[in-house]
């Protein structure tokens, strides 16, 4: 069965969410993933949207982390004060998803701009939970397309810092960090070792026991294919 | 306290130069308020958000705003806000002040502005560039040693929410993703809170809470106010509307004339 290199990301991140443990969600590519898992290999996960919804089970994906779908399904809903106090930095959120425009080889991410703080080129976002996710949960995940623009050797701002990433999860391959840097893990299947190289920013170190990703199954394609975002037709 | 037109509640609260709050986390965002200021043509406003989503695109857009405080300035699932960009890219229409926070610290300056404290505190902003580029400080815990942050307590002048309802007396009940409503209202010396509906009775909801109508500067009935955020249990969000906002945001001429057409046009309620 084909699939496309965003499914290959979903599913691989989603078989690292073991049955049980507490996601703090965003949305988009983590969304899908930790309601993937939840689908499949991990019922009893618990997905905890930072609008405050703990438990939630949406049975088509959110839009915006707010939406009344999430609230509908969970099991408790919280002020926000309440969830960055009593939940995350409570220390009751196993696993934090993140994304960001740039990482670099520590895992620290930029969300915040590109070019100067003061004139910048690209004004993104910002970091939102992120500072704190990445240092109020037991283990960060990051899922990001790997590219030169995006794996880069310096960062242009640091929005949250990299010690607890334990694995970045690409439309390539998977990295975790060894001895302190990320070095390259895995390699989804057909993909080749300079193509991870040709889209890091920095020289790229791979491990010596590198294994080629499981391809989805049919099952993860079907689960995940039946997950719809709100409002799209 | 009585039920009071938006327009002149908004007239009463917000003036030039003020620093004013509109919450609401992707629920009951009052975007009818957010176009009321921007009709009565409000100018140098400190516009404190954890997520400055379209409301505040258009408010900036506008040329109402001088100061953003902030966490998270995006189109929720969609992208950029573009005129926010515009403004802290380009100076367009005015440039534009940033004070940047993380969600937790935005979140702890409101709880300590709802409970009279100078700052709040919390374990956060550690190391990264963010804390050199924001109002934040460090203080050592007089029990343990430990190092934590302080973030200065928000006191906006103004704050503005949605809620679901409100009785004649004008206590207010609202339901589903509370947000930092509460802490809103009760951190700021003036607020408005815009409702879907008066009722005869604040029947109770799984979850809901009640600002007591002695909290409240002002209740102002705005039908469908907060859309294209959405009332828990009255309707919900358009997402279209979000997806399409990006291609309107996206040039300040598109921009203007959506504006002119759908916010400046219609004669307030």
């Known amino acids: 069965m084909s699939y496309t290199a965003d499914e290959m990301m979903a599913i691989e991140s989603a078989r690292r969410i073991g049955d049980g443990t507490v996601c703090f969600v965003g949305i988009g590519l983590p969304s899908l993933a930790a309601n993937l898992a939840r689908r499949t290999h991990a019922p009893n996960s618990v997905l905890v949207y930072e609008s405050g919804t703990i438990g939630s089970k949406p049975h088509e994906l959110p839009l915006s982390i707010g939406d009344s779908e999430l609230a509908e399904t969970a099991?408790?809903?919280?002020?926000?004060?309440e969830m960055f106090a009593y939940w995350l930095q409570g220390g009751r959120i196993d696993v934090g998803f993140l994304g960001a425009a740039q990482i670099d080889r520590h895992g620290n991410l930029n969300s915040t701009v590109i070019g100067e703080y003061d004139h910048p080129s690209v004004r993104l976002p910002g970091g939102g939970g992120a500072p704190e996710i990445a240092l109020g949960v037991a283990d960060v995940f990051v899922m990001l397309r790997q590219s030169p623009r995006t794996f880069v050797d310096e960062l242009d701002f640091t929005t949250s810092l990299g010690e607890r990433v334990r694995v970045v999860v690409t439309d390539l391959g998977v990295l975790e960090p060894r001895d302190g840097e990320l070095?390259?893990?895995?390699?989804?299947?057909?993909?080749?070792?300079?193509?991870?190289?040709?889209?890091?920013?920095?020289?790229?170190?791979?491990?010596?026991?590198?294994?080629?990703?499981?391809?989805?199954?049919?099952?993860?394609?079907?689960?995940?294919?039946?997950?719809?975002?709100?409002g799209e037709t | 306290m009585p039920i009071v037109p938006l327009s002149d509640a908004i007239r009463e609260?917000?003036?030039?130069?003020?620093?004013?709050?509109?919450e609401g986390f992707t629920h009951l965002i009052p975007h009818a308020a957010g176009r009321e200021i921007i009709r009565q043509g409000r100018r140098d406003l400190t516009l404190i958000r954890m997520t400055p989503d379209v409301v505040y695109d258009q408010m900036i857009g506008m040329g109402c705003a001088r100061k953003l405080v902030f966490s998270w300035g995006g189109n929720p699932g969609v992208g950029s806000l573009h005129r926010l960009r515009d403004a802290v890219e380009h100076g367009w229409p005015a440039p534009l002040e940033l004070e940047e926070h993380s969600h937790a610290g935005m979140a702890a300056a409101y709880a300590a502005g709802a409970a009279n404290l100078p700052f709040g505190v919390l374990r956060g902003y550690r190391g990264g560039d963010l804390p050199a580029r924001t109002r934040v400080a460090t203080i050592t815990c007089p029990f343990t040693g430990e190092d934590l942050a302080a973030v200065p307590a928000h006191r906006p002048d103004v704050g503005i929410v949605h809620a679901q309802r409100a009785d004649q007396e004008g206590n207010v009940q609202l339901w589903g993703i509370l947000g930092v409503q509460k802490e809103t209202v009760l951190?700021?010396?003036?607020?408005?809170?815009?409702?879907?509906?008066?009722?005869?009775?604040?029947?109770?909801?799984?979850?809901?809470?009640?600002?007591?109508?002695?909290?409240?500067?002002?209740?102002?009935?705005?039908?469908?106010?907060?859309?294209?955020?959405?009332?828990?249990?009255?309707?919900?969000?358009?997402?279209?509307?979000?997806?399409?906002?990006?291609?309107?945001?996206?040039?300040?001429?598109?921009f203007g004339a959506w504006m002119g057409e759908n916010v400046l046009a219609p004669v307030p309620v």
Request: negative net charge; aromatic residues 6%.
């Open chain 1, 75 to 81: 099991d408790a809903v919280v002020s926000v004060p």
């Open chain 1, 183 to 230: 070095t390259l893990t895995q390699l989804h299947p057909g993909v080749e070792p300079e193509h991870a190289h040709d889209a890091t920013g920095w020289e790229l170190r791979v491990a010596d026991d590198l294994r080629e990703s499981d391809p989805p199954t049919a099952a993860e394609l079907s689960a995940l294919r039946s997950l719809r975002t709100k």
């Open chain 2, 13 to 22: 609260a917000v003036g030039d130069g003020d620093t004013v709050a509109l």
């Open chain 2, 187 to 254: 951190a700021s010396r003036r607020s408005v809170v815009t409702v879907e509906e008066i009722v005869d009775e604040l029947t109770p909801v799984p979850g809901a809470i009640v600002l007591p109508a002695w909290t409240i500067g002002a209740v102002c009935v705005a039908p469908r106010g907060a859309h294209p955020s959405y009332a828990h249990g009255y309707y919900d969000r358009d997402n279209e509307f979000y997806r399409a906002w990006d291609a309107i945001s996206r040039d300040r001429e598109a």
